[in-house]
Nanobody, 117 residues
Framework: QVQLVESGGGLVQPGGSLRLSCVAS????????MGWYRQAPGKQRELVAG???????NYADSVKGRFAISRDNAKNTVYLQMNSLKAEDTAVYYC???????????WGQGTQVTVSS
């Protein structure tokens, strides 16, 4: 099984930056993909950014040019650098992991990001 722990959320003013971290309980190199999702009040959970084992990256159009996903295999950690934050970025951000087999996806507990003055 995979355990994911997120950190780095908080309150930030519009235009500010935050860096989220997701630490996995095992080697992330063996995973098919990892990503960040977010869910705002009253809205569906949506994919923000993903990184595949091949190194391929995927971003939601709403965050392209502002957010960047990266990983450190030695630390079993995936990061989400968020710049130029907007009020509409306010949400709970969840780390996600997917294996090569048919197991259900793994999820972290979530970390709150609030963009407000």
């Amino acid at each position: 099984q995979v355990q994911l722990v997120e950190s780095g959320g908080g309150l930030v003013q519009p235009g500010g930056s935050l860096r989220l971290s997701c630490v996995a309980s095992g080697s992330i190199f063996t995973l098919y993909a990892m990503g960040w999702y977010r869910q705002a009040p009253g809205k569906q959970r949506e994919l923000v950014a993903g990184i595949f084992s091949s190194g391929r990256l995927n971003y939601a159009d709403s965050v392209k040019g502002r957010f960047a996903i990266s990983r450190d295999n030695a630390k079993n950690t995936v990061y989400l650098q968020m710049n130029s934050l907007k009020a509409e970025d306010t949400a709970v951000y969840y780390c996600n992991a997917r294996k090569y087999n048919l197991e259900p996806d793994y999820w972290g507990q979530g970390t709150q990001v609030t963009v407000s003055s």
